[in-house]
């Protein structure tokens, strides 16, 4: 599976902006698929998450702003983001593993088999 992100940006705090994840060379629908962001001369952070079936699982920095969904009919998954914080500043990434993660896995960086190349989020205050 080949991951492709986009969507990102530059945008005034309070804003929104949405986030791609397209997959080819195979459908990903069962997939979990993760967001993670790395700020500069930070670690890798979980975002958010959803699995087969549609189980979701946020960091409590973006939950109740940022949503992950799928589209399944284009195998690509979704992260829409609003009331955007200067915090938020960071190369976005998605990840995608074939398992049924646990959500406790989900959180993790090492759980994740394919990654895609990262999109740039800046959000100025």
């Known amino acids: 599976v080949q991951l492709q992100a986009s969507g990102g940006g530059l945008v005034q705090a309070g804003g929104s902006l949405r986030l791609s994840c397209a997959a080819s060379g195979r459908t990903f629908n069962t997939y979990t698929v993760g967001w993670f962001r790395q700020a500069p001369g930070k670690e890798r952070e979980f975002v958010a998450a959803m699995r087969g079936g549609g189980i979701t699982s946020y960091d409590k920095s973006v939950k109740g702003r940022f949503t992950i969904s799928r589209d399944s009919a284009k195998n690509t998954v979704y992260l829409q983001m609003n009331s955007l914080k200067s915090g938020d500043t960071a190369v976005y990434y998605c990840?995608?593993?074939?398992?049924?993660?646990?959500?406790?896995?989900?959180?993790?960086?090492?759980?994740?088999?394919?990654w895609g190349q990262g999109t740039l989020v800046t959000v100025s205050s």
């Open positions: 990840a995608a593993d074939r398992g049924a993660l646990i959500t406790s896995s989900m959180w993790r960086t090492l759980s994740y088999e394919y």
